[in-house]
Nanobody, 117 residues
Framework: QVQLVESGGGLVQAGGSLRLSCAAS????????MGWYRQAPGKQRELVAT???????NYADSVKGLFTISRDNAKNMVYLQMNSLKPEDTAVYYC???????????WGQGTQVTVSS
């Protein structure tokens, strides 16, 4: 099992920045890809960004150049730096980790990000 705990969400004005953190614990050796997803009210959960153990990243088109995902393998942490936030970025942000052997997805409890106009 892998446990994921997010932190860093909150209320910010449009144009502002936030940094989300995700602490992973448990069977960390089984994890390769970690990432962030978000779900806005009435919408499906969507990919924001992912990062592999080796540091390869992937971003949703809507956040490219604005958000940066990073990872500290020694500390079992993954981060999401969000700049130039817009009201449409308002959502619950979830940390995700994928089991490299089974493909099973682990999820955190989510952290609310609210961007006011």
């Amino acid at each position: 099992q892998v446990q994921l705990v997010e932190s860093g969400g909150g209320l910010v004005q449009a144009g502002g920045s936030l940094r989300l953190s995700c602490a992973a614990s448990g069977r960390i050796f089984s994890i390769n890809v970690m990432g962030w997803y978000r779900q806005a009210p009435g919408k499906q959960r969507e990919l924001v960004a992912t990062i592999t153990t080796g540091g390869s990243t992937n971003y949703a088109d809507s956040v490219k150049g604005l958000f940066t995902i990073s990872r500290d393998n020694a500390k079992n942490m993954v981060y999401l730096q969000m700049n130039s936030l817009k009201p449409e970025d308002t959502a619950v942000y979830y940390c995700n980790a994928q089991n490299r052997y089974s493909g099973y997805d682990y999820w955190g409890q989510g952290t609310q990000v609210t961007v006011s106009s």
